[in-house]
């Protein structure tokens, strides 16, 4: 595995790579990585002849007074285990390499980052959009591959492929839970061992609206009202939202029918967590 930090670099093996024919699968990440992480590159490895891990940590996707200094990083560690998994590139650049002195273009997708985490992180999805789209143009990949972790952000990118008219497939993969069901984040660094107790809170209502609905429960409002006294129960945690949406546009729906998607982003102290879950009525 080698590990590359320019553009130029990058695009001369991925052009050998295609001129052998070779199939490219692209895993972007902000590194520190776990588990979670890992399913993605193992995914990648088995549908791929070479695997492109990114680790930049992209400072368009944090607002103002989040926390991107803070941001968990380690690429010796990150460089081991994504070899492990089967990671062939590693592609960590610096921030001028990506965002040059007078860096001025932009990808924005619109309505569907306008609810959810957009909200609440109004800037984000740009962020988020203009890095991938890059990343894109750099690495050509025939498959990229994003956890279901961030939900809105696998919608998000599913619009701007299909809107952009991009030959590259979306994989979405499930969300990797820690054996007590937190679910897997660089962020849980952040938690206190009380914090890291109370963010169990995030899984257990998710876990018991997925129940409710099992049991033929319906009504959005009675399921989200569940999980809001759930989540207040617990002191330390302070709800950002908890919403019940159709899992492809993101829109309200008062009685689950088709892809639901349960989601809810919560702080526990000054760490702001999310979580979701899938369900198929
Ligand atoms: P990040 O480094 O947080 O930007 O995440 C990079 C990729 O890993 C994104 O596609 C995330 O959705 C995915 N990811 C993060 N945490 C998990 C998890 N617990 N399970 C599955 N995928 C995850």
């Known amino acids: 595995m080698i590990i590359i930090k320019t553009i130029k670099e990058l695009k001369n093996i991925i052009r050998s790579n295609k001129k052998q024919g070779h199939s490219i699968g692209f895993v972007p990440t902000m590194g520190f990585l776990h588990e979670g992480h890992l399913s993605l590159i193992r995914a990648a490895k088995k549908e791929n002849d070479l695997v492109v891990v990114s680790i930049f940590v992209n400072p368009t996707q944090f607002g103002v007074g989040e926390d991107f200094e803070a941001y968990p990083r380690d690429l010796d560690n990150d460089a081991k285990v994504s070899e492990a998994a089967g990671a062939d590139v590693i592609f960590n650049p610096s921030i001028n390499e990506m965002y040059p ?136 945690a302070a709800i950002d939202y908890v919403e019940i949406v159709d899992a492809l546009s993101l829109n309200d729906i008062p009685t689950l029918k088709g892809s639901i998607l349960i989601a809810l982003a919560v702080k526990i102290g000054k760490t702001r967590l999310i979580d979701n879950i899938r369900a198929e009525v």
């Open 101 to 236: 002195e007078k860096y001025q273009t932009y990808v924005e997708v619109l309505e569907i980052t306008n609810k959810l985490c957009g909200l609440s992180r109004p800037t984000h999805f740009k962020g988020v959009t203009t890095v991938v789209n890059k990343l894109f143009n750099i690495v050509e990949p025939d498959r990229a591959y994003f956890g279901q972790k961030d939900a809105q952000q696998v919608a998000v990118l599913q619009k701007m492929v299909l809107d952009l008219n991009m030959n590259i497939d979306i994989i979405p993969c499930p969300i990797v839970r820690e054996a007590d069901g937190l679910a897997m984040s660089s962020r849980n660094t952040y938690l206190s061992p009380e914090q890291r107790n109370a963010a169990l809170i995030l899984s257990k209502s998710l876990f018991t609206a997925k129940d409710m609905i099992n049991k033929g429960g319906r009504e959005a409002a009675e399921i989200k009202e569940t999980i809001i006294k759930m989540i207040n129960s617990e002191p330390l």
